[in-house]
């Protein structure tokens, strides 16, 4: 019966032994868990961070874009413009061009 009960201990014994290792394996595991999921957040702030900066150049480009498309269509009235005045203008002097060739061809 000693013997039983010896045995028994020695059992119980071995298996506390395995419960602790099992429980320290648990703990580790936790830990690793806890570090990963501690550099994770801070890899998901920079991902948030480079979204937002994303976000804000987006806005940037479509400003400058609008501000290009303006630019442009300001730079083709303008040119229309002035490529009217200058056609008045040329056309203005070819009739005064003839009108002082025809009064010095009537004169002669």
């Known amino acids: 019966m ?8 020695e059992n119980e014994h071995v ?33 948030e961070q480079n979204v937002e900066r ?9 400003s400058q874009m609008k501000k290009s498309v303006e630019h442009a269509q300001s730079s083709r009235k ?3 413009i002035v490529l009217t005045c200058a056609s008045t203008f040329a056309t203005f002097v070819i009739i005064l061009l003839v009108i002082v060739m025809a009064v010095i061809l009537t004169r002669q």
Do not use: F, P, S, Y
């Open 54 to 62: 994303a976000g804000d150049r987006v806005e940037h480009g479509q």
């Open 2 to 9: 000693l013997k039983a009960n010896a045995k028994d201990r």
């Open 78 to 80: 303008m040119l229309c």
């Open 15 to 47: 298996e506390l032994m395995e419960m602790e290792r099992d429980i320290l394996g648990l703990q580790d595991i936790q830990t690793d868990l806890a570090t990963l999921i501690g550099e994770q957040a801070d890899d998901v702030k920079l991902i």
